[in-house]
């Protein structure tokens, strides 16, 4: 089936080292979005992939980074990941302002 | 800028029961609509659009723009509709392909 595959569902890191996530897609959407949720909290765009263009929210930290080396692959990478940071990431996919996204099961990351 | 309120945390309903999750949002322009529901330990999937008009599992949602409000209802709860429910908004223009979410509501539908 196509979809959204986030590795690793759950990813321990040490506070101040640097930790990627990853999301592959089969899809071959041309959109590509990283979210960050905390508990209780909505899910929270930091970034996205509009084909190759790379678009930032305003509010993002720099300590926050995302490479897409093609279109099926999408990454995260924390450069010095703090308590703060420790959150579910979820990657989503779209076509354009298709009707929907296809959102992956999630990386739950913890910071130590 | 877009903004969307889910007021209840959480909401409780016995099976059988009518059921109203409340969404509200704040956006200047003509904005598209969805519920997004989210199953234990299951990835959030779309449930449905305003612009589908569709009844999805039983749920219906009206998008009325004089209250701004998008909420989700279905006559009669089942137990497996128990899950966390978000509503998003998508803004139109230059950036609509980005979704804008409340901060859910978990719905438990009791037996």
């Known amino acids: 089936d196509a979809m959204v595959i986030q590795n690793p569902r759950y990813q321990v890191t040490q506070f101040g080292k640097p930790v990627t996530l990853s999301c592959s897609q089969t899809?071959?959407?041309?959109?590509m979005y990283w979210y960050q949720q905390k508990s209780s909290q909505a899910p929270k765009l930091l970034f996205h992939?509009?084909?190759?263009?790379?678009?930032n929210e305003a509010d993002t930290p720099d300590n926050f980074q995302s490479r897409r080396p093609n279109t099926s692959f999408c990454f995260l990478d924390i450069r010095s990941p703090g308590l703060g940071d420790a959150a579910m990431y979820l990657c989503?996919?779209?076509?354009?302002?298709?009707?929907?996204?296809?959102f992956g099961s999630g990386t739950r990351l913890t910071v130590v | 800028a877009q903004r969307v309120t889910q007021p209840e945390k959480l909401l409780s309903v016995f099976k059988g029961a009518p059921v109203e999750l409340k969404c509200n949002y704040s956006y200047s322009g003509s904005p598209e609509l969805f519920w997004y529901v989210q199953y234990s330990r299951q990835r959030l999937q779309l449930l449905l659009r305003?612009?589908s008009r569709e009844s999805i599992k039983g749920f219906t949602a009206d998008l009325n723009k004089g209250e701004t409000s998008f909420h989700l209802k279905k006559p009669f709860a089942q137990e497996e509709d128990s899950a966390m429910y978000y509503c998003a908004l998508m803004a139109s223009g230059g950036s609509n392909y980005k979704l804008t979410f409340g901060k859910g509501t978990l719905l438990t539908v009791n037996p």
């Open positions: 305003h612009i």
């Open positions: 899809l071959n959407h041309n959109v």
């Open positions: 992939y509009y084909d190759k263009d790379f678009n």
């Open positions: 989503a996919t779209s076509r354009d302002s298709g009707p929907g996204y296809t």
